[in-house]
């Protein structure tokens, strides 16, 4: 064992058990080219192949089977017994990086973020716009922020916020003009604004009402992908939007914007926070972790409305 770094195990074992080098690389922040140096080095020390790698796969020999049962668990408890040990220094540090939808951030994270720098001022937060669904550890990421429906079973989840639910809305000028819808299918007969995502699909208005569900495809007088220009729309009267509520509360309560449909837009869960199953997460992440739990009982005192 004198001549063995626990670096180059923690490097096979990481490899191993993600059966990708540049997975492995970056749960462990190291370079490919680092992680594969040190696994050729441990290989030659041992003198015998560990696992058998081309461009698109690894594949564990006998002997890497065997060395990943014994050593595993074992760097699972070294790496544990570390993060405890630096856990006892009181302070988070480093940099926390979450993928969010762009509403998740607007109307759940932001309002949480200076507030969690102010309390953990040695974390450096980084939060990406991003709607598409991506692999979190795949990209670098600590924690990803999601709708309940597309979240991954091997993640942990916690709730990032009360229940949401979208609204219809439009212009008081357009309502006059043109009439209220009574049922999703009369907005068929309507301007309205949509929205193209980046793949290209724009995604059918989803209504349900006494657990009857209806989907429309109205017509899209407007494609907006950028939420200012659909909002100025709106209000300047170009037709009916379906967004989330939280987007368009104020206008609504101000007269500016009038809700249509309210029967039909149930409350559905809001976002979670996801990461991978860890027996130890990051400092940063666990502070961020802590500080939604807290959160979440403080806006729970509010008073409502």
């Known amino acids: 064992m004198s001549d063995l770094d626990l670096r180059d195990l923690d490097a096979f074992v990481a490899v191993a058990r993600t059966r990708n080098f540049r997975r492995a690389a970056l749960e462990s922040r190291v370079s490919v080219s680092s992680l594969?140096?040190?696994?050729?080095?441990?290989?030659?020390?041992?003198?015998?192949?560990?696992?058998?790698r081309t461009t698109r796969s690894v594949a564990l020999t006998e002997a890497g089977e065997l060395l990943l049962a014994r050593v595993g668990p074992a760097m699972s408890d070294v790496s544990a017994a570390l993060d405890a040990v630096?856990?006892?220094r009181g302070v988070p540090s480093g940099r926390l990086r979450i993928n969010a939808p762009p509403p998740a951030i607007d109307l759940v994270l932001?309002?949480?973020?200076?507030?969690?720098?102010?309390?953990?001022?040695?974390?450096?937060?980084?939060?990406?716009?991003?709607?598409a669904f991506i692999d979190i550890v795949?990209?670098?990421?600590?924690?990803?922020?999601?709708?309940?429906?597309?979240?991954?079973q091997d993640m942990i989840a916690v709730s990032l916020s009360p229940p949401q639910r979208y609204a219809v809305v439009a212009s008081r000028d357009y309502v006059e003009r043109h009439g209220r819808p009574k049922h999703p299918k009369d907005l068929l007969d309507h301007s309205c604004i949509r929205t193209r995502f980046g793949s290209g699909a724009m995604m059918d208005w989803e209504f349900e009402k006494a657990g009857r569900v209806v989907k429309v495809s109205p017509p899209a007088k407007l494609i907006a992908t950028y939420l200012g220009l659909a909002m100025r729309a709106v209000l300047d009267g170009a037709g009916y939007w379906a967004t989330f509520e939280g987007y368009v509360r104020e206008h609504v309560k101000s007269g500016a914007l009038v809700s249509v449909l309210d029967d039909w837009c149930d409350p559905f869960p809001g976002p979670f926070l996801?990461?991978?199953?860890?027996?130890?997460?990051?400092?940063?992440?666990?502070?961020?972790?802590?500080?939604?739990?807290?959160?979440?009982?403080?806006?729970?005192?509010?008073?409502?409305?």
């Open 110 to 131: 932001a309002p949480m973020v200076v507030p969690f720098m102010q309390a953990h001022p040695k974390v450096d937060v980084e939060i990406i716009g991003e709607s």
């Open 138 to 152: 795949d990209a670098g990421y600590d924690a990803g922020v999601r709708y309940g429906e597309h979240l991954a």
């Open 36 to 52: 594969s140096q040190r696994l050729r080095e441990l290989e030659e020390r041992l003198g015998v192949r560990l696992m058998n």
């Open 86 to 88: 630096r856990g006892l």
């Open 274 to 305: 996801y990461y991978p199953s860890r027996r130890q997460p990051p400092p940063a992440l666990a502070a961020f972790v802590a500080f939604v739990a807290e959160w979440r009982k403080q806006e729970g005192r509010k008073p409502k409305g």
